[in-house]
């Protein structure tokens, strides 16, 4: 592979190669052993996300996300590389800014994204497009919009964009006024169902909008307006309307009921409603070649909010009934759709059990067709005009990569992670499943450390993944991996609750929460003793989110185990009312407190029952979230303070729901190491 514009590490490689080399027995003598992971690995590992195909399908753009160890920060560049794999370019190269989203200009010859630059007052403005020519020079900024542009999408004839833009909040402004500066901000006034949202925080009458902006004008105009959210806007191939997803119930705060809209692309038109299912239609949605048609992804009665099994519809967009498309599948489909050429199929992606495929379908009906196997995760598919594809494709031992999908055949083009992993020793990653005690059939994965032992007794660790809908899969995980290279045997569970089973298994803990997933979680720890893998003097439990609010149910039910880690999870659920951001969840499954208090009680229970833990556990979380308030084991970290149980509670300032600044994500799974490491790791060991 030919990498240009190359840095200073690549440089002194290239220099290497041209010095003489040892014999080649003494090369092999060199070669270093292999080794477990570390936590400083965490620092070397690089995200590769949103692989762009070129409208020619000669290139890939993706984007690169590093840490800067030093700056304590994380980075993005934009990356560009060839379709054979031979040649791979470095596109952008800003310390103070990440780049992210980037798309092509239907000509090819441009190459769009996302990013804040310039100074402090520029950067409040929020990201911006910024444009490449890929014949050569410097990025020009395109848009300057004091909102800021979160989402934007190319015309077909490449003179326009739509772009995502929220509205201006006034209160920015406040300290540049003349004399204003350390002046009290005004008050935060609410009146609104849904009033706070993680990360977004406080939430007033600012809303987002779409807005048309002409390229060569530099000049924008306001597309949509109103007390509505507009996202995922898209082009008809013949350039006349743009479709888009929104709510527009006469509360949208309290029902989730997303439609599919159209409105021509001009400013003063009116938008057009496709759909009327009762519940969420979204996904981005993606228009037939012929601009007649639109595809999406409709989801379930807005009472299963939590519990989506998303399904491909297709609508006309002249309006008329959907049809839905995956109806026999019960497995949930994933974006983005793509059409062929002819318009006579659709590929798209299945959440299946513990792994996600590419998938077509012909747009009539029939069977679908698998496009990838194996045991493994692809997600953002790309596909340009010719019908090629580039998407991302990760594995349990392998960091997501993009891939070329072709005939068939996957075949990998980025080498991202190739050389830190080059020396690291990883756990091996099986498939189990289990009977839970009602029956029920219970998979999972199991980690084994790498001088895992056929025979042998392992301090064994139940890691539970939140949602619940999602899933554990045959993705590379940082924490699996480094709590198996410590030593210990990772089992990952798909309770109850979680995707990639069908629509019966997903919905089942409706409105019983911490009942069948405990159930289904002892049944993997009981599978794992009984096959003489875990040691049951030797169990630890944890999780994040609901697998930390997991952690509180199951060590409420089962004293068995030694150690516990509860990150940004709760028990007191009725205490959770009103300070999340779950108030419509809330409503619709369990009901008010007033109304169905016995239910708020029963899944309550391992705050009003926390007598009942002897674990010593440790509780974490960010300052500032929203989603799961710190107030959640602030609670349980005071009750089993309270009854002399072995607890510590540790916040991280400005933190959100997920911990992102790096050298408190560091803290974090070292904390994780320490905790587990006292209880479950015998003195010598």
């Not at 477990?36 to 690089?46: I, N, T, Y």
């Not at 299945?350 to 496009?371: F, H, S």
């Not at 494709?393 to 005939?407: C, D, K």
């Not at 080059?422 to 499943?433: C, G, H, K, Q, R």
């Amino acid at each position: 592979m030919r990498t240009r514009l190359l840095g200073s590490v690549s440089v002194i490689a290239l220099i290497l190669t041209m010095l003489p080399g040892p014999t080649p027995s003494a090369a092999a003598q060199a070669t270093p052993a292999k080794r477990p992971l570390s936590v400083d690995d965490m620092a070397k590992q690089r995200e590769v996300r949103d692989p762009q195909l070129s409208p020619d399908g000669k290139w890939i753009a993706y984007v690169v996300g590093t840490i800067d160890v030093e700056k304590d920060r994380r980075d993005s560049d934009l990356w560009m590389i060839s379709w054979d794999g031979a040649d791979r370019i470095r596109l952008t190269s800003t310390p103070d800014s990440s780049e992210s989203l980037p798309r092509w200009s239907p000509d090819g010859r441009y190459l769009a994204f996302l990013a804040s630059r310039g100074d402090e007052e520029e950067k409040k403005k929020g990201g911006q497009v910024w444009l490449l020519d890929r014949r050569g020079g410097e990025a020009q900024k395109l848009t300057d919009l004091k909102g800021g542009v979160s989402d934007y999408s190319w015309s077909p004839d490449g003179k326009r964009l739509v772009l995502v833009v929220k509205d201006f909040d006034p209160n920015s402004e406040l300290e540049k006024k003349e004399g204003s500066k350390g002046k009290t901000r005004p008050p935060i006034v609410i009146d609104r169902y849904h009033f706070k949202q993680d990360r977004d925080g406080y939430l007033g009458s600012l809303h987002t909008h779409l807005q048309l902006f002409d390229v060569d004008a530099r000049k924008a105009e306001v597309l949509t307006s109103g007390n509505y959210d507009e996202k995922d806007a898209s082009w008809s191939p013949d350039g006349r309307l743009i479709a888009f997803v929104s709510n527009h119930e006469k509360d949208p705060d309290r029902i989730d009921n997303t439609d599919i809209f159209v409105v021509e692309a001009k400013a003063g038109a009116e938008p057009r409603q496709l759909t009327t299912f009762p519940g969420p239609d979204g996904g981005r949605p993606s228009w037939s070649p012929d601009s007649q048609s639109i595809a999406y992804l409709q989801g379930d009665e807005p009472k299963y909010s939590a519990y989506n099994l998303n399904k491909l519809a297709v609508v006309r967009a002249a309006g008329g009934q959907p049809r839905l498309l995956t109806t026999s599948l019960d497995r949930a489909v994933q974006g983005p759709i793509a059409w062929s050429a002819d318009g006579k199929t659709l590929t798209f992606v299945v959440q299946d059990d513990r792994i996600t495929y590419a998938a077509r379908m012909p747009l009539a009906g029939g069977q679908i067709e698998k496009l990838t196997t194996g045991r493994r995760v692809v997600s953002s598919p790309s596909a340009n005009r010719d019908g090629r594809f580039a998407l991302l494709s990760a594995t349990a031992n392998e960091p997501a990569e993009v891939h070329a999908l072709e005939n068939g055949n996957l075949r990998r083009l980025t080498h991202e992670n190739d050389g830190w992993l080059a020396n690291i020793l990883l756990a091996t990653t099986e498939d189990f499943s289990c009977k839970a005690k009602d029956g029920t059939e219970v998979h999972g994965l199991m980690l084994e450390p790498p001088s895992y032992a056929a025979g042998r007794k392992y301090p064994t660790l139940l890691s539970i993944h939140g949602g619940p809908n999602g899933q554990d899969e045959h993705a590379f995980s940082f924490d699996r991996q480094l709590l198996a290279a410590n030593g210990y045997v990772v089992l990952a569970v798909n309770y109850r609750g979680s995707a990639g089973r069908g629509n019966a298994y997903q919905k089942a803990i409706f409105g019983d929460w911490g009942n069948k997933e405990v159930v289904d979680l002892l049944a993997a720890v009981d599978y794992a003793i009984a096959g003489g893998v875990a040691d049951p003097e030797r169990l630890g439990i944890g999780g994040w989110s609901y697998g930390g609010i997991l952690t509180d149910y199951t060590t409420a039910t089962d004293p068995r185990f030694k150690a516990a880690i509860s990150g940004a999870g709760s028990a007191l659920q009725l205490s959770m009312y009103g300070t999340d951001q779950y108030i419509s969840q809330y409503d619709l499954e369990l009901g008010p407190p007033w109304k169905n208090l016995d239910s708020w009680i029963r899944v309550s229970y391992p705050f009003l029952h926390a007598d009942r833990i002897k674990t010593p556990t440790l509780y974490l979380g960010g300052q500032s979230d929203f989603n799961v308030p710190i107030v959640g084991g602030e609670q349980m970290y005071q009750a089993l303070k309270s009854m002399g149980v072995d607890t510590q509670l540790v916040i991280y300032p400005g933190q959100f729901h997920g911990i992102t600044t790096p050298s408190y994500v560091r803290d974090r799974v070292e904390r994780y190491l320490a905790w587990y490491n006292k209880y479950l790791t015998p003195k010598g060991q």
